[in-house]
């Protein structure tokens, strides 16, 4: 089983896919949508054959393919995966479906032809899946760029108020963060004995100074795309745009390549550079911790206010990596498969509010709880689920985060917890605003805010829910197979876990 | 008095060159004797017909590896690979210079001496036949690039500089509409063309003048001579450096590299858009395989001292190209300034001494070619009843007039950004990876800094295509005729084959990065 092509296979299906939903006729957009959606629930379908092939304790990369391109430049076609790119594999093949299923009658409101806006999300499942899954530093290359294009037309064509401006604003950020990224990869070519393959890569040695430019060139590309303070400014405007759907998959997958590069790529090829740069970043973690938060609590967007909430969230994850202890790079992994989730599931039925009042400010709310409970609902419990409640996932890594610094860096952990106080303040306030309270009157009058949540949203929102308590409760599943692969990274670096000082601190990560 | 030996002559090795100025020659027999209303359709097959047996005799002589002519013409793999480049590129600017499908009589006036504005020659701007001795003249320039980038010796390099040049500065002029930009543009051309081409000269001169007095050879300024001299010259540095700079100020005249490229947007806008195409691809590979040729094979003894001379053109290129891009407001224009920029990358490429940095220089010209008259072709089909709509703001909204074009034109724009999967972007990886290889890392970020600059009007145009509403001023894309659609399909298949699977070009380019000296 472990011999089938699962990764150029994944990679490949949703491009196909694309093709075929782009060119069914205009004229009938139920069946590109219902292609598209049968199209991503096939990649589900792999994804999970391919995580249950996937051996927790075998060897740290797994389903390695590879296949020769431009041999002038010793550029392949290498797939691999270890625990962390599996993890992600999984958040992209869940949400797809979900968010293909959330966007349904999106496109229609555009004007725009909707066979292509669904083409264009296929697309952007190939080039999303194509990114974790590389394992050459030139395909990887490769995918993080083209991955911009989709991504700009789905903002630009399909957004809301300033999409034009959003979409330029997110490509260019992009594109600047990625020719930085080009002329490290360049380099690391030259010194790195010109190939691309990770594997031969990781084993190389660079001198000091070299290394330490090639990591800010690296660094800097991912640091954009993550986004960490203060390269962020693109995000709230971009994720404010963007249909809901796209915003769900831009926060919860496509800026978690930032993060997913660090680990991959920044940590183990310059390891020196990455101590030496340690604590610049966990310095950008922190001050975006708080920094977003506080901003958050002042918007009133509702999308807008969902992407400061994630540069908040970035923060901690950029924590949890450069902290290099095992539980809290465990635990930075977990948080973005989990923020993948919550986010997600934030992102879309804050979309579903917007939908239905036409509008995105929250001043244009208030007491929507009395028309659409079920929906209120479910805002609550994403929201709850954002502010990692015990209980939920993010609670679980929100907590491996902060105790795995602890252990190495006690006055970041102790900023860092603030965060957890003002991510209540931003979500209840937000909730209290938009659900609670008494009914404001013009509500009444939009025609959208008497229906209450359909059966299509409620297929897309159980999922999430159900995964979000599971996880919450019982994530050793994903944590078994994360963990050896966050060990691997930190040896790579050259850190060991510091000696627990108190035994039930340990105890109670588990 | 000795008596004067005839140089022996490799008629094989020398084919291509003499089927088209051959062909040239015809042509203007043609215009002589071929009834007018047949002229276009035999001066367009004569063209055609002897720009691919040249293409098919380079293809031949591909293991071609000689000096001929009395050591005149060096018939070797940059030669063979870049003469071989210029005439697919020219056979793609012949189909659009032979377009008369999109616009009554093609986009050449006949009489271009007529006055501007005056009533003759609004008359002949209303859909009188074009005149047809632009095939004749496009043909001697086609030749004359061919013995640029194959000259050995700077007198040979020279003539051929003239006998391409003229033919442009002529093109230039002969646009159907705005008829004053055109003219303008040739005028300007040809006074700062002939500048330059004295600078030339005179950088000969003193070059020849530095090689004289090495024992046991004669002066000249054959480039295994300069080389030696080079060397081992008694005469003074200076008249080295002073002939290098000459010679490298008519050679980056011709390239569009700043200080030299003022006159790029005047012409690039008011020559008719096939030959500012023709001008774009074919020109810029031969004023870049005479540079590779003069730097790599006569002054590389002399790179410690031109290199920094050079690099430091090739930023303020990039720079003049990129930053003065973001400000244009005519399409045509800012194809000029991104093609400025695109030189200043070619230079690049040309300051890493390695058989990668030739080989990657050479792929890149390939690549840029493609895309280049591709993009043209677009313009050429952009149009309201005025001729073609250049102004940017009137593209707002093309997207949805016109998607099928607004999207070839989107792909051609990434591929100038250097999106991945365009020929963009592996011919950037070309050249800068030689470029850091060879130690010049300032360069290789410099180049970045700029592509960075340079994406934003390349993304401008993309937000006007299609996230603009289409205005009434919107106007349509007139459907293409055959020429115009195999140039437009050629190139950006070109743009894609090259993004995706750039290895068999790569190979070729690499297999015939070697001067013979």
């Given at each position: 089983m472990s011999n089938f092509p699962f990764l150029s296979v994944l990679t490949v299906a949703p491009l196909v896919g694309a093709l075929v939903v782009a060119l069914l006729p205009r004229r009938r957009p139920d069946l590109a949508k219902l292609v598209a959606f049968g199209w991503s629930l096939l990649v589900l379908v792999l994804s999970v054959i391919m995580w249950i092939a996937f051996?927790?304790?075998?060897?740290?990369?797994?389903?390695r393919e590879s296949y020769a391109w431009i041999p002038n430049w010793g550029v392949n076609f290498t797939f691999e995966v270890d625990g962390i790119a599996l993890v992600m594999l999984m958040l992209i093949a869940i949400l797809v479906p979900l968010v293909i299923l959330a966007s349904w009658h999106d496109a229609e409101q555009s004007k725009r032809s909707v066979p292509v806006y669904f083409a264009l999300l296929l697309v952007l499942e190939c080039t999303m899946i194509g990114v974790f899954a590389a394992a050459d530093v030139f395909l990887f290359y490769v995918f993080f760029e083209v991955m911009l294009v989709p991504m700009y037309f789905l903002i630009g064509s399909y957004g809301g108020h300033q999409r034009q401006y959003a979409a330029v604003k997110f490509f260019l950020y992009s594109l600047v963060g990625g020719l930085f990224m080009l002329a490290a990869v360049i380099g690391l070519w030259v010194v790195g004995g010109k190939t691309f393959d990770w594997q031969a890569l990781s084993q190389a040695e660079f001198a000091t100074d070299t290394a330490r430019w090639l990591f800010l060139g690296f660094f800097l590309a991912f640091a954009i795309k993550a986004p960490f303070f203060p390269f962020h400014t693109w995000l709230p405007d971009a994720g404010g745009a963007a249909p809901a759907g796209a915003a769900a998959l831009l926060v919860g997958v496509l800026d978690k390549v930032g993060t997913f590069g660090i680990l991959r790529y920044c940590l183990p090829l310059f390891p020196e550079a990455s101590r030496w740069f340690a604590p610049w970043a966990l310095a950008l973690g922190v001050i975006g911790i708080i920094y977003a938060a506080l901003l958050a609590v002042g918007q009133n967007d509702l999308k807008r206010l969902v992407s400061y909430t994630s540069i908040a969230h970035f923060g901690f994850i950029g924590v949890g990596i450069f902290a290099f202890t095992t539980q809290a790079g465990t635990g930075a992994v977990l948080y973005m498969l989990n923020h993948g989730l919550a986010t997600g599931l934030l992102f879309l039925v804050v979309g579903m509010l917007i939908a239905r009042r036409g509008s995105a400010l929250i001043s244009d709310f208030g007491g929507a709880g009395k028309l659409v409970p079920l929906l209120a609902g479910v805002l609550f419990f994403a929201g709850l689920a954002s502010l990692a409640l015990p209980g939920t996932a993010p609670f679980v890594s929100e907590f491996l985060v902060l105790i795995g610094t602890f252990t190495t860096n006690k006055p970041v952990a102790v900023i860092a917890t603030l965060g957890i106080i003002l991510a209540a303040a931003y979500v209840l306030w937000m909730i209290q605003r938009t659900t609670q309270g008494t009914l404001n009157p013009t509500l009444t009058e939009v025609d959208g805010m008497r229906r209450d949540l359909t059966l299509r949203e409620k297929i897309v929102v159980a999922p999430l829910i159900a995964l979000i308590v599971l996880l919450g409760f019982y994530p050793k599943p994903v944590t078994d197979v994360i963990n050896p692969a966050v060990k691997a990274t930190m040896q790579d670096v050259g850190r060991t876990d510091p000696a627990p000082a108190v035994g039930t601190v340990q105890e109670a990560a588990k | 008095m000795s008596e004067l030996k005839l140089p022996s002559l490799d008629y094989a090795a020398l084919a291509p060159i003499l089927i088209l100025l051959g062909a040239a020659l015809v042509g203007v027999l043609v215009e002589a004797f071929v009834p007018r209303r047949l002229r276009n359709g035999v001066q367009l097959a004569l063209a055609l017909l002897a720009v691919l047996s040249a293409l098919t005799m380079v293809i031949l002589n591909a293991d071609d590896r000689l000096l001929t002519a009395g050591q005149a013409i060096a018939v070797d793999g940059p030669a063979l690979f870049l003469q071989g480049a210029i005439l697919i590129l020219a056979t793609m600017a012949l189909l659009l210079i032979g377009e008369r499908s999109v616009e009554r009589g093609g986009a050449f006036v006949a009489h271009a001496a007529v006055t501007a504005e005056s009533p003759d020659d609004r008359r002949q701007a209303e859909g009188a036949g074009g005149t047809t001795e632009v095939y004749p003249l496009a043909t001697f320039a086609i030749g004359g690039m061919l013995i640029f980038v194959a000259a050995n010796d700077l007198l040979t390099m020279f003539i051929a500089l003239e006998v391409f040049s003229l033919p442009l500065y002529l093109l230039c002029?002969?646009?159907?509409?705005r008829r004053l930009l055109s003219q303008e543009a040739a005028m300007k051309y040809f006074l700062l063309g002939a500048y330059s081409s004295a600078f030339f000269l005179f950088g000969v001169a003193l070059i020849y003048g530095f090689t004289s007095g090495i024992p046991g050879r004669t002066a000249g300024v054959d480039f295994a001579t300069i080389h030696a001299a080079v060397a081992d010259s008694p005469a003074s540095r200076t008249l080295l450096f002073a002939g290098m700079a000459l010679l490298a100020i008519g050679l980056l005249f011709k390239a569009a590299a700043a200080p030299f490229h003022v006159w790029t947007p005047d012409v690039y806008q008011g020559a008719p858009t096939p030959v500012t195409g023709f001008m774009a691809a074919c020109t810029k590979v031969a004023a870049f395989g005479a540079l590779l040729r003069v730097f790599h094979v006569a002054f590389s003894g002399a790179s410690w001292d031109f290199t920094p001379v050079l690099g430091a053109v090739a930023v303020l290129t990039m720079l003049v190209g990129a930053v003065l891009a973001v400000t244009q407001t005519d399409i045509k224009r800012l194809l000029a300034y991104s093609s400025i920029a695109n030189a200043g990358y070619l230079l690049v490429g040309v300051l890493a001494p390695s058989k990668d940095g030739l080989s990657g220089t050479m792929f890149y010209l390939v690549a840029y070619g493609f895309s280049v008259i591709a993009a043209f072709a677009v313009v050429t089909l952009v149009r309201d009843a005025d001729g073609e709509a250049t102004h940017l703001s009137r593209w707002a909204g093309l997207g949805r007039r016109s998607p099928f074009f607004a999207a070839i034109f989107t792909f051609i724009l990434l591929a100038f950004a250097g999106i991945?999967?365009?020929?963009g972007f592996t011919s950037k990886f070309a050249i800068f990876a030689p470029a850091l290889d060879a130690n010049q890392a300032w360069l290789v970020i410099a180049g970045v800094l700029t592509s960075m600059v340079l994406a934003f009007p390349y993304l401008r145009v993309v937000v006007m295509m299609w996230l603009s509403e289409p205005g009434d001023a919107t106007p349509t894309v007139t459907v293409p005729g055959a020429l115009t659609s195999a140039a437009l399909v050629i190139g950006v298949l070109a743009t894609l084959v090259l993004g995706v699977a750039p290895a068999p070009l790569l190979d070729l380019a690499n297999g015939a990065a070697e001067f013979v000296r």
């Open positions: 051996q927790a304790d075998g060897d740290r990369f797994q389903f | 002029a002969l646009a159907r509409r991945p999967l365009t020929s």
